[in-house]
Every structure is written in C-alpha cells, then in structure tokens.
C-alpha cells in the first residue's frame, strides 16, 4: 500500500456473530470482482467483533481476499491480570492490521479519556499494528467550541510519545453524524481533517503530516463518499452502518471522484 492509498474501512461495531461474518466477507468480496481494490488502488478494511477475527482472517488467508483485518478496541496492556480485556499481542498474532483506538462509543460508554486512548495508542504500535485514532466534536462542543478544537485536542494528546516514523490513521468523526444520517459537509470535513493534519506536523513533523491517511467517518454511504473523496486532505473513510450491507459497502469501495 502505498502512502495515502485510499482507505475505506467497516466498523462492524456490536454486529454479525463468526458465522454471519464469513457469509458477509465471502459475499462482499463477490459482489467486489474486479473492483479496483483488486490493484491495490484503494485499501479495504474490515474491523469485526474480537470474536470473529479468528473466522474472518482463515477466509481471508484461504482465498486471498484482499482486505485488510482490524480490531475495534485493543488493551493498553501486554497481559497479565486484566480480565475481559484483548492484547495487541494477540490480534498481532491474528495478522490483524489495524485497531481502532478511542472511537467515540468507547469514550462515551467506557469512558476512554485522552490518557487511555494515548495509552492505547501506544500498545497497538509496540506490537506493530497501526492505530487508527478515532477524534471528533460532539454537537454540545461544536457550539462551544466549534468544530475543530475538541478534535485538535484529542489529536495532540493521542500523539504524545509517537514516533514520527510510526504509521498511524486518523479517523475525523463528528460525533453529531455518527449513525444520526446527518453526515458532515465535504468542507466541514475537509476543514477539520486539515486542520488534524496540521497536527500531525506539529507533533510529528511534515513527513509523517504528508504520508498520515486521515479518514471521515459520521453517516458515509454510497451516495457521499465521492464528495468526500473529492476534498484534498480526506484520504478516505470510516464507515459504520453502511458496512454492514453488502451492496452498500460495494459501493462506497467503487466510489469516482
Ligand atoms: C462509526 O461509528 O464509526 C460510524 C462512522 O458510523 P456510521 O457510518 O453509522 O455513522
């Protein structure tokens, strides 16, 4: 993959047990035959509960599909006494690629605060997996505040003690458009993904700022995702909802600007 290929990745959340998942997996990856995924043009990935990861990596493996593996969650821990939590380790070994770190459903019902999403970002780089740093407004802060502030913030200290060669993604999703069908404007997106890049080179220089992917997510679905696409600091796209249909999915991966 090279720097900045699109990436259009599925948050499953609490969705499809193991076997519905590999009936998914198979029927999206029919329904996407020489889809330009295939050329590695735009990168697919799928983020299923922990529960399916075993089940959806020996499909992938098995029929060379070419979609990449993520988790939703991840433990700041390595192992040990840590009950009901996942180690990096252990999604490392599952040839999981990604992992979602402080998606706003784990900051809102697990309260995940800057220092656990930080802590979390750095145990899924320890064990070579690429955080992929979910940040956004509420609707409450975007009238406070507005858009850009509360993600900046949570960018700056998600990115404390990174390395500026490490591989990061981040995700912009305006709490507000997440699941509500009310997704952001292109130049709302683009506005703020600008400015969490800006970020990005602050903290970890104009190389990393030049070659970070940076994603919107919040309501994306077939009929949006090109004019999203279409903004210059948009590098693809988070999709919650909309992944779990075959047809829709299909889509949003063949999208034209
Ligand atoms: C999400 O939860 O990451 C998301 C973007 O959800 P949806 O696409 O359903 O708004």
């Known amino acids: 993959v090279n720097s900045r290929t699109p990436l259009i990745a599925g948050n499953w959340k609490m969705n499809l047990d193991h076997l519905q998942a590999v009936a998914f997996v198979q029927k999206l990856h029919w329904t996407l035959k020489d889809a330009k995924h295939e050329d590695g043009s735009v990168e697919v990935a799928v983020f299923p509960p922990f529960t399916d990861i075993r089940s959806v990596q020996t499909l992938i493996d098995a029929d060379k599909i070419p979609f990449a593996l993520g988790a939703q969650d991840v433990s700041a821990h390595d192992s040990g006494a840590y009950t009901g939590e996942v180690s ?5 070994k599952l040839d999981a690629k990604y992992v979602i770190i402080g998606h706003s459903e784990r900051r809102e019902y697990h309260a995940e605060g800057d220092d ?18 979910c940040v956004g407004e509420t609707a409450g802060d975007l009238e406070k505040f507005g858009a850009s502030a509360v993600p900046v913030s949570q960018l700056e200290a998600a990115l404390q003690g990174v390395s500026p060669k490490a591989e990061i993604v981040v995700a912009y999703e305006p709490v507000w458009a997440i699941g509500s069908g009310q997704a952001a404007t292109p130049q709302q997106a683009q506005d703020v993904c600008a400015a969490l890049r800006a970020v990005v080179a602050k903290v970890l220089g104009d190389e990393a700022a030049a070659r970070t992917r940076i994603l919107y997510g919040g309501s994306v679905k077939a009929a949006n995702i090109a004019s999203f ?11 919650g909802g909309a992944s779990l249909v075959v047809d829709e999915f299909a889509a949003i991966i063949r999208f034209e600007k």
Not at 88 to 92: E, M, P, Q, T, Y
């Open 88 to 92: 990096g380790a252990f999604l490392a």
């Open 229 to 239: 696409m279409r903004e210059p600091d948009v590098d693809g796209a988070l999709v």
């Open 116 to 133: 656990v999403v930080a802590a979390k970002v750095q145990a899924s780089l320890k064990h070579g997996l690429v955080p992929v740093i």
